[in-house]
């Protein structure tokens, strides 16, 4: 595996920090010296890259991220990317796409976020709008899941609503975790998988530098809206 650092960032100037994000996940495994079941990591053993980006020209960024995503993404099994804020998903989804259409392969996106992203996009889609923007690309909304979204848009739900775009909640996880993760596992079998990952989807009280708080309802049995 591969490890691609994209300090791309496009979200309203709200998101400039994460330009560094990259640089100090990678930093923190310093820290860290075995896993769980004892092996011992050294980072220097990682295969490192990164995708040098001017921040101020969008459409640039947007063409250098792409273009070497889908050559990492034709080279490699599986790939890390680390951003960046989550605007950098619609090029590399718009690559990951164009590579599994290419292979003749069914890809499949699943998407772990407090929000689903879904604002209808500008020309250089923001962080608020990429997966939008993707859908509107050719990526099939039946092929993607988002996990975890809450506090959505109205425009955004009458989207999700509209493309039947599948959604495991906050609530299903907590009500029944092994069968929100089987209806994971079962949505990404026999495809192509990209996860992307937002760090707001974990509450600040595990993650203190997102700020994007839980509200679990408690329910008596799981919603499983899977669109």
Same mark, same amino acid.
């Given at each position: 595996?591969?490890?691609?650092?994209?300090?791309?960032?496009?979200?309203?100037?709200?998101?400039?920090?994460?330009?560094?994000?990259?640089?100090?996940?990678?930093?923190?495994?310093?820290?860290?010296?075995?896993?769980?079941?004892?092996?011992?990591?050294?980072?220097?053993?990682?295969?490192?890259?990164?995708?040098?980006?001017?921040? &101020? =020209?969008?459409?640039?960024? *947007? $063409?250098? @991220?792409?273009?070497?995503?889908?050559?990492? #993404?034709?080279?490699?099994?599986?790939?890390?990317?680390?951003?960046?804020?989550?605007?950098?998903?619609?090029?590399?989804?718009?690559?990951?796409?164009?590579?599994?259409?290419?292979?003749?392969?069914?890809?499949?996106?699943?998407?772990?976020?407090?929000?689903?992203?879904?604002?209808?996009?500008?020309?250089?889609?923001?962080?608020?709008?990429?997966?939008?923007?993707?859908?509107?690309?050719?990526?099939?909304?039946?092929?993607?899941?988002?996990?975890?979204?809450?506090?959505?848009?109205?425009? &955004? =739900?009458?989207?999700?609503? *509209? $493309?039947? @775009?599948?959604?495991?909640?906050?609530?299903? #996880?907590?009500?029944?975790?092994?069968?929100?993760?089987?209806?994971?596992?079962?949505?990404?079998?026999?495809?192509?998988?990209?996860?992307?990952?937002?760090?707001?989807?974990?509450?600040?009280?595990?993650?203190?530098?997102?700020?994007?708080?839980?509200?679990?309802?408690?329910?008596?049995?799981?919603?499983?809206?899977?669109?």
């Amino acid at each position: 595996m591969i490890v691609v650092k994209v300090p791309g960032i496009n979200g309203l100037n709200k998101t400039a920090g994460c330009r560094n994000a990259g640089n100090s996940i990678l930093k923190s495994l310093n820290d860290i010296w075995t896993n769980e079941s004892g092996k011992e990591i050294d980072i220097s053993e990682i295969s490192l890259e990164e995708i040098h980006v001017d921040n &101020e =020209n969008l459409e640039e960024q *947007e $063409k250098l @991220i792409y273009e070497n995503a889908r050559d990492v #993404i034709e080279m490699q099994d599986k790939v890390l990317f680390l951003g960046g804020d989550h605007s950098i998903s619609y090029s590399i989804g718009k690559a990951f796409l164009d590579y599994c259409k290419e292979k003749d392969k069914e890809g499949c996106l699943i998407v772990f976020d407090a929000h689903a992203d879904c604002m209808k996009p500008g020309k250089n889609p923001n962080h608020e709008e990429w997966l939008r923007g993707l859908v509107e690309e050719g990526f099939n909304p039946k092929n993607i899941l988002l996990v975890g979204s809450r506090n959505n848009d109205v425009e &955004e =739900n009458e989207f999700l609503k *509209e $493309k039947k @775009i599948s959604r495991v909640s906050v609530n299903d #996880i907590n009500n029944n975790i092994e069968e929100a993760a089987d209806i994971i596992t079962e949505f990404a079998s026999g495809k192509e998988l990209y996860v992307s990952f937002d760090i707001d989807v974990i509450d600040p009280v595990f993650a203190p530098a997102t700020g994007y708080k839980l509200s679990l309802i408690h329910i008596s049995e799981p919603t499983r809206p899977l669109y």
